[in-house]
């Protein structure tokens, strides 16, 4: 849950600096359809960690809890990009916006009788769809919430996978029992400095895609990567004291790609 709301928020945040930048340049994005969509894409990129998803037949809503300390965070503006998704931009409310009809006639008057005769000349309907941003100002209070957010989420997941691996290490039969995936990329060789190797392209990370009965293997998937390594002890060892294996050093690095 917390890597999609990464790379949703991330999504967010990249659109929003687009916005920005063709503001600065004085130039639309190629044309207002355009402002549109990526203004629109950035608010519903926002919105998809906080809206209800589905995970092995339960409900899961990315909490914002953590996010309400991190400085910058805005909870007003949050609940806004919220209602703005759900009323204006993934459906069309007509009780937040509402449609009209005009029409214009004329309706005559009997001398003699009580009879009305009207004349319709024509009726006007008239709606409003959301499109982009009004303001330059508006736009950076939404990158300032934007650029927290992601801050926060970055923070508690970070925290998240501290956390399961002190757990894994605590108990690494357990660990093991319940790991859904497992593969050997071989086995160290005592005496020898053990090297990680390059897990980036495993088949695990590439995450099977939906199987549609219509427009099957018609869509292009955005897929996003976040890495954090841990430090590493230079030499293995059980609890009695056998050396187990050892490792090069490995700087702390954290990669969103």
């Known amino acids: 849950?917390?890597?999609?709301?990464?790379?949703?928020?991330?999504?967010?945040?990249?659109?929003?600096?687009?916005?920005?930048?063709?503001?600065?340049?004085?130039?639309?994005?190629?044309?207002?359809?355009?402002?549109?969509?990526?203004?629109?894409?950035?608010?519903?990129?926002?919105?998809?960690?906080?809206?209800?998803?589905?995970?092995?037949?339960?409900?899961?809503?990315?909490?914002?809890?953590?996010?309400?300390?991190?400085?910058?965070?805005?909870?007003?503006?949050?609940?806004?990009?919220?209602?703005?998704?759900?009323?204006?931009?993934?459906?069309?409310?007509?009780?937040?916006?509402?449609?009209?009809?005009?029409?214009?006639?004329?309706?005559?008057?009997?001398?003699?009788?009580d009879e009305i005769v009207a004349v319709i000349a024509h009726t006007m309907l008239a709606n409003k769809c959301i499109s982009h941003l009004a303001n330059r100002d508006h736009l950076k209070l939404l990158l300032v919430h934007t650029e927290a957010t992601l801050l926060g989420i970055k923070t508690k997941l970070d925290i998240d996978l501290t956390v399961q691996k002190e757990l894994a290490v605590e108990y690494p039969a357990i660990n093991l029992e319940h790991a859904k995936y497992i593969k050997q990329y071989g086995s160290p060789i005592l005496g020898e400095v053990m090297s990680l190797p390059d897990i980036s392209?495993?088949?695990?990370?590439?995450?099977?895609?939906?199987?549609?009965?219509?427009?099957?293997n018609g869509y292009v998937y955005e897929k996003s990567i976040y890495k954090i390594d841990f430090d590493l002890p230079t030499i293995v060892k059980s609890a009695s004291g056998e050396v187990l294996g050892n490792f090069q050093a490995l700087k702390n690095e954290n990669k969103l790609s």
């Not at 931009?89 to 009209?100: G, V, W």
């Open 201 to 216: 392209s495993d088949e695990w990370l590439n995450a099977n895609e939906p199987k549609f009965t219509v427009h099957e």
């Open 1 to 113: 849950m917390g890597m999609k709301a990464l790379q949703n928020v991330t999504g967010c945040y990249f659109g929003l600096q687009l916005l920005e930048q063709s503001l600065n340049q004085n130039t639309e994005v190629a044309h207002y359809i355009s402002s549109a969509a990526i203004f629109q894409y950035s608010i519903i990129r926002y919105a998809k960690p906080f809206t209800n998803s589905e995970f092995e037949g339960k409900s899961f809503i990315y909490p914002t809890k953590h996010l309400l300390k991190t400085e910058g965070f805005s909870s007003d503006t949050h609940d806004h990009l919220i209602r703005l998704r759900n009323t204006l931009i993934a459906h069309d409310d007509h009780d937040e916006l509402e449609s009209k009809m005009l029409t214009l006639g004329a309706h005559f008057h009997s001398q003699t009788t």
